[in-house]
């Protein structure tokens, strides 16, 4: 059952300051579990329900950007860097080759452009709170020479195979603000064959 607002545990920022209200920790009525067949204790379960509180530090702005349709990556400027001009997607704060902050670039038409499926996974059995419709379509996808990582993501529509064109969409629609705001398509895909809430 949807949780009301006093069993809820909301967060904000004031003055650089985490300032927290509500229920993050609740304590339900645990169970006994017998052994029917000698009829006797065998355990109890252990039900707990918490919210935890995950802090996005300077990825902040890689998640706020999916909900507005933007793919954003990083980029090494450093000219004594050997890795100067590679373009990090997943996004990376720091360069992983000289450690000096790396510089916010949009890479959205570049992968509308040129995002190829690299390899991928279809996962029929799930973890413990999966989101993801099954079977689960996991694409590595792959961008230009430019883009020296590659990103793991989820294709939404129709069947993967490597080397095949996708288009990332955007959860634009009541945002999560998490990684599950970005999934990807085959190209040509028409817009109504979007799940609900997505956007090119
Ligand atoms: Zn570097």
Redesign the pocket.
């Known amino acids: 059952m949807p949780k009301t607002e006093e069993e809820m545990g909301f967060v904000e920022v004031i003055d650089g300051k985490y300032k927290i209200r509500g229920k993050f920790h609740i304590i339900e009525k645990n169970q006994p579990i017998f052994d029917k067949n000698e009829n006797k204790l065998a355990g109890i379960t252990n039900p707990r329900d918490m919210t935890y509180i995950h802090s996005y530090g300077g990825e902040a702005i890689f998640f706020e950007s999916l909900g507005k349709g933007r793919l954003l990556a990083t980029r090494?400027d450093?000219d004594n860097?050997l890795?100067?001009g590679s373009v990090f997607e997943p996004f990376r704060i720091y360069?992983p080759?000289?450690l000096?902050k790396a510089m916010i670039v949009d890479i959205t038409d570049k992968a509308k452009n040129c995002a190829r499926i690299h390899s991928f996974i279809i996962t029929h059995r799930s973890g413990a709170f999966n989101m993801l419709p099954k079977p689960i379509k996991f694409i590595n996808v792959e961008f230009d020479e430019e883009v020296k990582t590659i990103l793991m993501s989820v294709l939404a529509v129709g069947e993967p195979k490597i080397g095949k064109r996708v288009i990332p969409i955007f959860r634009t629609k009541d945002p999560t603000y998490t990684i599950l705001d970005l999934m990807f398509v085959p190209e040509n895909t028409p817009e109504s064959d979007l799940p609900a809430g997505f956007t090119f």
């Open positions: 090494c450093n860097c890795a100067k360069c080759d000289c000096r």
